[in-house]
Structure formats: structure tokens, C-alpha cells
């Protein structure tokens, strides 16, 4: 698999607004995964730095390690857009192919751009302002390989994200909830293939002190085969605690999000006859354990 620049993942800005910090500021959120319907202020830009550790498979040695690089820009208070680079470094040894327990994925350690997308936020009502925020949300991607397996493809994906936010409590206490619905399409050795990834994910998050929020993230993943909603192919919960500090420079948000249940538990049987299963968890397609940092900059 051919390494491709690992320079175009640097990405710089190093400098913040001066922001009340009583509470979350402009499109800032004290979750890893769930999104606030906060919004960029017109004429500024953010730059935010995702790692994803996501390890643990049915058997083998399963390590990923994500890399979003995004780049954030209010166009107006209510809109904004964001490009991101992605890439990823991979460990596999002796992991099953999810969809044949008969083989394994390559055994791989290497790192690789995995491909970009763009992102296009609205915020529809504010939560200052609305009895209930909401924002809608669109991103397209274009994928060059395979975070899952390490495989070259080609990708394309459009998700769609509903986005709620109430805050109670004098805004010490933020609620937010997101519906995503991501529907893919994959070419792969001259082979296409489509599938629909589908998430409902509820998060409470609450000011501790002075700059520190702690919180709880709930997550539910669902993947269609061929974008039919009769053919579930797999399902998961997570669900984790989360940590954020904003400090007068830049922010920051910690977060560690185990797989509690799933389905299928079973992969089927490996090429000795012996099941690849796993007693509660679904680790075909998803993995036992993600830990998330996320880190921001704006200017």
C-alpha cells in the first residue's frame, strides 16, 4: 500500500477569541462525538485537531488511530463551512474479515490519508434564544482507503446530521441529541457496493467549576447493507463519559466511549471451524473500545 504525503496532515493556527468562559463559546461543544448547535461567528476561523484511538476486535490485534485536520469558517453567525483532511494509522494481525471469518484483513502497521470531506452547518433556532436549538448539517466525503481495513477504494458518502440542543439551569446545563443518516457508496477491485450508517446519540453535559464541564455521551450505530432498512447488517451502544476545558487561549475535549452491546455477536466460523464471537458486543464492523481528544483553536 503506497504511503502518501503525511505533510499535507500539518495544518497551523494557534490563536482564540477572548469569549466569556461561563459558558460553552461559539460552536465549541463539551462532547467528543455529539454535536451543540453553536455556531462559528461571522468572519472568524477555527482550526481543530480529532484523534480517534478505536481498538479491540473479536480476535487478533486491532489498533486504529484517526486524524481529522479541520480548517473552520463562519460566513455568517448562523452558517458555516469547515474542510477536513482525514487519515489514519493502522495495526492489524490476525484480525477476521468482518464479512469472512474465513480470512483475516492484512496484517499492517502503516499510516495513510484516508481522504477529505466538507462540512456545511446551519443553525435554524439557538438554544439562547428558542425554547430548543437546532442546527442541520450536511458533509460530503470522498474516501481514498478504508479506515475499517486499511484496503484501497474509493469512496463517496453524504451525511446528513439533525442537531438539538437545550440548555438548563442558567446554561450550566447542556443537553444535545444528534440524528445522523450517511448513506455510502464504495468501488473497490472494479466491484461496487452501497450501505447506510445510521446514529442516534443523546448527550448531558454540566459546569462543574469555572472552565470545566463533565458529561455523559450516548451513542447508537446502525449499518444498512445496500441502503435497505430491512437489512440491518450491524448495531451497537456506547456509552461514556466526557471532560472539556476552555482556557482563555483554546479548549479542549476528552472522551471514552466502550461498546457496551451489539449484534451480530458472531462473525461466523474462521477456516478451523472454531466461531468468531463475542459474548455481548458486535466487533465486526465496530470495535470494543474508542477513546477521542479533540483540541481547538479559533482566530
Not at 446530521?161 to 444535545?176: E, G, T, Y
Not at 445510521?198 to 450516548?218: D, M, Q
Request: proline share 4%; with cysteine.
Amino acid at each position: 500500500m503506497k504511503n502518501r504525503q503525511i505533510a499535507r496532515i500539518a495544518a497551523s493556527g494557534v490563536f482564540l477569541i477572548s469569549i466569556c468562559l461561563s459558558v460553552v463559546r461559539a460552536d465549541e461543544t463539551p462532547f467528543g462525538y455529539i454535536y451543540t448547535t453553536e455556531s462559528m461567528p461571522k468572519g472568524h476561523w477555527e482550526y481543530e485537531q480529532w484523534n480517534t484511538l478505536r481498538t479491540g476486535k473479536a480476535a487478533g490485534s486491532y489498533t486504529a488511530f484517526d486524524l481529522k485536520n479541520e480548517l473552520e469558517y463562519g460566513f455568517t453567525d448562523r452558517f458555516q463551512a469547515s474542510l477536513y483532511l482525514n487519515s489514519s494509522y493502522l495495526h492489524t494481525k490476525n484480525v477476521p474479515d468482518p464479512d469472512d471469518a474465513t480470512v483475516t484483513l492484512e496484517n499492517q502497521s502503516s499510516f495513510d490519508v484516508n481522504g477529505v470531506s466538507m462540512e456545511l452547518k446551519y443553525q435554524v433556532l439557538s438554544p439562547y434564544k428558542s425554547p430548543v436549538g437546532l442546527a442541520v448539517y450536511m458533509e460530503p466525503e470522498l474516501g481514498m482507503r478504508n479506515p475499517l481495513s486499511g484496503t484501497d477504494t474509493v469512496e463517496r458518502a453524504l451525511e446528513f446530521k439533525m442537531i438539538l440542543q437545550k440548555n438548563l439551569m442558567d446554561d450550566r446545563l447542556i443537553l444535545a441529541s444528534n440524528i445522523v443518516f450517511e448513506p455510502e457508496w464504495e468501488r473497490q477491485n472494479d466491484q461496487r457496493s452501497k450501505e447506510l450508517k445510521n446514529e442516534y446519540s443523546l448527550g448531558a453535559s454540566y459546569r462543574l467549576a469555572p472552565r470545566w464541564f463533565g458529561g455523559l455521551e450516548v451513542l447508537n450505530r446502525r449499518k444498512f447493507n445496500d441502503q435497505d432498512f430491512a437489512k440491518q447488517g450491524a448495531c451497537a451502544w456506547f456509552m461514556g463519559p466526557s471532560v472539556h476545558y476552555a482556557a482563555q487561549s483554546w479548549w479542549t475535549t476528552f472522551t471514552i466511549l466502550p461498546q457496551l452491546a451489539g449484534n451480530p455477536r458472531s462473525l461466523g466460523f474462521d477456516a478451523n471451524g472454531n466461531e468468531v464471537s463475542d459474548g455481548s458486543r458486535s466487533l465486526g464492523e465496530y470495535e470494543k473500545m474508542e477513546i477521542r481528544w479533540r483540541i481547538g483553536f479559533n482566530f
